[in-house]
């Protein structure tokens, strides 16, 4: 058995949903809520699971508390967002993952949902997440609006995915989400710019998907061109055209959200200068 935490903000159109595809297994389910101003609470609570707020920072610092600060049943445990679901086959080799002492933690494949349609192309599937793991052997650091995984010990992979509903509270709802997020990218692009470097051999050779994925984020942030760059890479080279009408759409998307973040770098840089 393990232990799933779901973190939430202002998710009262997924947490029911989400929790009821764990719930008929899982003995110990964990919301870490970040002071929604929805519904989100009420409707974890008229679930019977254990419900804990904190104050929000970062993705990579709000995972880290709750891994050391809010306690569970099981040394393993799952991290589940509130627009994904538990299946009853991911669930079942989760079970079987744990019950061997050979990794502290595996990657999850996700299954992107989009206008109604596993997007399967251009969403770099299968695209890994560390969701599965050992509480006292990983813990997460930011990068950008997102986080990355630290772990102490050897990890491997599933075979089973999850579903992952994105946009399901529509399309507002992902603007307003990702001019948040480019914000962030922006801070850690310029950074990377600055301090980092491409990981050559990680790009052609890394030893996984995510050491790849990763190498490739790192070159792409010093490509010319990367709004267009990116839609023509997600949508001919990964096969978006195939994917209909969600995949253009979902390409569109993802090329105007590189825009936002080429702007807001620029804002950056302008705002250093006039402090200089």
Request: aromatic share 14%; charged share 25%; glycine share 6%.
């Amino acid at each position: 058995m393990f232990s799933v935490y779901i973190l939430t903000y202002n998710e009262a159109g997924d947490i029911g949903p989400c929790l009821a595809s764990i719930l008929p297994w899982c003995d110990d389910v964990i919301v870490v809520d970040s002071f929604s101003t929805d519904a989100t609470v009420d409707i974890a609570h008229s679930h019977n699971v254990k419900v804990v707020q904190h104050a929000f920072a970062s993705h990579g610092q709000q995972r880290t508390w709750m891994l050391k600060e809010v306690d569970t049943v099981h040394p393993w445990v799952y991290i589940l967002e509130a627009d994904e679901r538990m299946t009853p086959e991911l669930y079942a080799e989760c079970c079987a993952a744990v019950a061997q002492d050979q990794y502290i933690g595996y990657y999850v494949a996700e299954r992107v949902l989009f206008m109604n349609r596993w997007i399967r192309h251009c969403t770099q599937y299968p695209r890994y997440q560390m969701r599965l793991f050992r509480k006292d052997r990983v813990w997460f650091t930011d990068y950008g609006h997102t986080e990355r995984e630290v772990c102490d010990g050897p990890t491997s992979f599933l075979q089973e995915t999850y579903p992952h509903y994105t946009s399901g509270k529509g399309f507002s709802r992902w603007f307003e989400k990702h001019n948040r997020y480019s914000t962030d990218e922006a801070r850690e692009t310029l950074h990377q710019l600055e301090t980092g470097q491409v990981h050559w051999r990680d790009l052609f050779v890394g030893s996984s998907e995510v050491v790849r994925r990763r190498a490739l984020k790192d070159l792409s942030l010093r490509l010319p061109g990367r709004p267009l760059l990116r839609f023509l890479y997600m949508y001919f080279m990964l096969g978006g055209i195939w994917d209909g009408r969600a995949g253009l759409t979902w390409c569109i998307l993802q090329a105007f959200y590189e825009y936002m973040i080429l702007l807001k770098v620029w804002e950056l840089r302008q705002e250093r200068q006039g402090l200089s």
